[in-house]
């Protein structure tokens, strides 16, 4: 109940095309979805984060879609560009797991130029 | 500049021997993680620690062991009980009153 499921594993899209990242999870509990994106050989770093009173957040090219129902939610990069190679993580935070962050397996993102 | 920095940034070791990875932090953060990032796994939490002198074990603590003596400072220390040891080893801190976790650049262990 504490897992996070991401898909796909990895993906290929070409230069200004639309990347789309998705998330699911269990525990409704959760009240944190953050993105991460770690470049090759890097830490991760905060991308985007959205909270479970709103259903989107946009941030310049990236937006967070939030579907409470569903227990999903998804990450979109508009006009993806070759910078944006690196991989993602979706995580989620909060309820039972507390101080823990949750994150999901990671998604490897080539954008061709 | 405020930030985490993890030492050394490669690290190898050879079977059976104990093997001490650094982290500090200058972001006066309460709370400091370790994570281990294998291919394909995401991140597994080993421990973490929300105070000085306090600390817990996470998803993977076997073969692991931490300190926290010092609120800048939470050194991991990979152990020769720790079976696959070779991996990516990522610090992190945060503060209470935000979400967000502020990664170091990692260590890379590789067990000859």
């Known amino acids: 109940q504490q897992q996070v499921k991401q898909s796909p594993q990895s993906l290929i899209v070409q230069k200004g095309g639309i990347s789309i990242i998705n998330c699911a999870y269990e525990?409704?509990?959760?009240?944190?979805f953050p993105w991460y994106q770690q470049f090759p050989g890097k830490g991760p770093a905060l991308l985007i984060a959205i909270r479970p009173d709103v259903s989107e957040k946009k941030e310049g090219r990236f937006t967070i879609s939030f579907n409470k129902s569903a227990k999903q939610f998804s990450l979109h990069i508009m006009d993806s560009q070759p910078g944006d190679s690196a991989t993602y993580f979706c995580?989620?935070?909060?309820?039972?797991?507390?101080?823990?962050?949750?994150f999901g397996a990671g998604t490897r993102l080539f954008v061709k130029a | 500049d405020g930030g985490i920095t993890q030492s050394p940034k490669y690290l190898f070791r050879k079977e059976g021997q104990n093997v001490t990875l650094s982290c500090e932090q200058n972001l006066n953060h309460d709370a400091m993680y370790w994570y281990r990032q294998d291919p394909g796994q995401g991140l597994r939490l080993i421990y973490y620690s929300q105070i000085v002198n306090d600390f817990q074990k996470g998803d993977i603590a076997e073969g692991y062991s931490v300190s926290r003596e010092k609120k800048e400072s939470f050194p991991l220390t990979v152990t020769s009980a720790q079976k696959n040891p070779t991996a990516f080893y990522l610090c992190a801190s945060s503060t209470p009153d935000t979400d967000t976790q502020y990664f170091g650049p990692g260590t890379r262990l590789t067990v000859l």
């Open positions: 525990n409704t509990a959760f009240d944190y």
């Open positions: 995580a989620a935070k909060g309820g039972t797991g507390g101080f823990k962050t949750i």
